[in-house]
């Protein structure tokens, strides 16, 4: 039965593949080539037999034993509507077979002006490289077929265009149909572009033009997390305006929250707040927001975070609060402000250490003070057993080591020492 799928999806016989279909055919069943009858039917340009195929569950996706897909057949031999439907139902615009050919190249090569406007329309890859590192417009060029050559010559200006600021040639473009969703060989879009160079203007006619405001990049940043990171504030103000996700995370699971913390950026970190970031999202490393502030020392960050909600003692991925990282790296007026905030100073993380053993490893004499004046204990041991002394005598911090042998323990949990700040 499932030969007879295949051959009546080749010929387009609609009602035969209904009639198949409904008696139990596979509707993913390949022939000897690894074609399935979506294949075929894309192949030929039989729109309805596809569509009736998709809507029974083909998977859009399939490849062939080269790596060819539906859509990689579609485009090279110009079945417009086939591949639309394709593209609407999922397909990957970018597969590669083992050749690295995308339909685009296949497009490109056949010179089907139509099929390689929509595959651009539908973000692909102009820039991709097959294994001998041809692009489309190489292909293009080979074979003269002009109107695809001067199609995919537009998609590279306008990215030239988006990145330099140039609302009339970027209008100019877009006009005449070049696809706004176009990817270059980082996954960047023109939008990207625009948004990392500030470019207000553009990136206003680029949304309001259809531009995909949440699209990722190869390592899945988006334009937000570009406009962040380069602390264009009324970029980042008209994106999150227009619904870009203000949580989206990269591969890093970075946020743009996370992103504008790190680069210091206060005025964008209280607007991505303001447009509801979530303040406790953590990355890769579990480190929320905090503790990126902490880390770095920023205080003003570290208090607008702590100010909405942030969570004092969330630990990363090794157990770590934002306090601990404050400690380890000296920043005192950040350590006063988390222990002022309420922080857990004698929090462990996953080597049982508190902020006061990291403060005492790395000799941060004035941190280690405060850190007990707030009621740090000075006897916690880690998983070695080491207490903080322990630590500051290994590490040869000869004033930490005297104002920790200098506290006296007391039955009500005061600590004294000899120094004061």
Do not use: C
Not at 336 to 345: N, R
């Amino acid at each position: 039965m499932s030969e007879d799928l295949i051959e009546a999806a080749r010929r387009g016989d609609y009602g035969r593949v209904k009639e198949l279909l409904d008696r139990g055919a596979d509707v993913n069943a390949s022939d000897y080539a690894g074609w399935t009858p979506l294949h075929h039917a894309a192949r030929m340009g039989h729109l309805d037999v596809a569509r009736l195929l998709v809507e029974r569950g083909a998977n859009v996706n399939a490849r062939d034993v080269i790596g060819g897909t539906p859509l990689h057949y579609a485009a090279l031999n110009g079945r417009l509507e086939v591949a639309e439907l394709l593209l609407e139902r999922g397909a990957d615009v970018d597969a590669r077979d083992k050749h690295g050919y995308t339909p685009l190249h296949y497009a490109a090569l056949k010179g089907h002006l139509d099929v390689a406007r929509l595959l651009l329309k539908g973000g692909a890859d102009a820039n991709a490289r097959d294994k001998f590192g041809r692009t489309p417009l190489d292909l293009a060029g080979e074979k003269g077929h002009k109107e695809v050559v001067e199609l995919l010559e537009s998609v590279v200006e306008l990215f030239r265009a988006a990145k330099r600021g140039d609302l009339g040639r970027v209008k100019e473009l877009l006009d005449r149909g070049v696809g706004i969703k176009t990817r270059d060989e980082s996954g960047w879009t023109p939008l990207h572009y625009a948004a990392r160079n500030g470019h207000l203007d553009v990136v206003r006619l680029l949304v309001e033009s259809g531009a995909e405001v949440d699209a990722r990049d190869n390592s899945g940043n988006t334009p937000l997390h570009v406009a962040a990171r380069y602390e264009h504030l009324d970029v980042v103000k008209l994106l999150a305006e227009n619904g870009a996700d203000v949580n989206a995370r990269n591969k890093d699971s970075e946020t743009p929250l996370h992103v504008a913390t790190s680069n210091g950026y206060l005025d964008v970190v209280k607007l991505l707040v303001d447009s509801g970031a979530d303040v406790n999202v953590g990355d890769k490393d579990g480190e929320t927001p905090l503790h990126v502030a902490a880390r770095e020392g920023l205080s003003d960050i570290v208090k607008l975070l702590v100010d909405s909600g942030a969570y004092l003692n969330a630990r990363d991925n090794s157990g770590n609060t934002p306090l601990h990282k404050a400690a380890e790296k000296g920043h005192l007026d950040v350590v006063k402000l988390l222990v002022d905030s309420g922080a857990k100073v004698n929090a462990k993380n996953d080597s049982d250490q508190t902020p006061l053993h990291l403060a005492a490893w790395n000799g941060h004499l004035e941190v280690v003070e405060l850190l007990v004046e707030s009621g740090a204990s000075t006897k916690a041991r880690d998983n070695n057993g080491r207490t903080p002394l322990d630590l500051a005598r290994e590490k040869g911090h000869k004033e930490v080591v005297e104002l920790l042998e200098s506290v006296k323990e007391r039955g009500d949990g005061e600590r004294v020492t000899r120094r004061h700040y």
